[in-house]
């Protein structure tokens, strides 16, 4: 019995690498998709002349929001977090107006802004965003 749950271990594992081992190639029941469950792409934005400037502020320093900023543990994301209560891509902003638009991308966990759960919402400076137990900071200059 441990023989097979090893083989069975070994199996996801290589089909987590995109390789099938040599047990599994002839079996019926195989799992075929051990990736991720979406695939995620960038879609290009027009460029845009914003009035002001509007920037998240985090630990580390402030970063200028660009259309189609996404945050998120997914390395698609401009933003990318080691927060284990943040999704692949779990929030991205979209300019609307003078102002910017924070949507939540159907997140596991939500997003809160200013301690209230939101699917979209627009932005105004001093806007505290929380992502899992990661904070940030809205600003306008």
């Known amino acids: 019995m441990l023989d097979?749950?090893?083989a069975r271990i070994a199996t996801i594992i290589a089909g987590l690498k995109g390789k099938p081992s040599r047990q599994d190639e002839h079996r019926e029941d195989r799992i075929d998709d051990l990736g991720?469950?979406?695939?995620?792409?960038?879609?290009p934005t027009p460029k845009m002349r914003l009035?002001?400037?509007a920037y998240l502020l985090t630990e580390s320093g402030a970063i200028m929001l660009q259309p189609g900023?996404?945050?998120g543990r997914g390395e698609?994301?401009?933003?990318?977090?080691?927060?284990?209560?943040?999704?692949?891509?779990h929030a991205s902003f979209t300019p609307v107006?003078?102002?910017w638009l924070l949507k939540?991308?159907?997140?596991k966990n939500g997003t809160l802004l200013n301690g209230k759960s939101i699917r979209s919402a627009v932005l105004k400076s001093g806007d505290q965003i929380q992502i899992g137990q990661t904070m940030l900071i809205y600003e306008e200059r």
């Open 4 to 6: 097979r749950f090893k």
């Open 36 to 43: 991720p469950t979406k695939e995620y792409r960038r879609t």
């Open 51 to 53: 009035e002001g400037r």
């Open 69 to 71: 900023f996404s945050v």
């Open 76 to 89: 698609s994301c401009h933003l990318k977090l080691t927060d284990p209560g943040a999704s692949r891509v």
């Open 97 to 99: 107006g003078a102002g």
């Open 104 to 107: 939540d991308n159907a997140s």
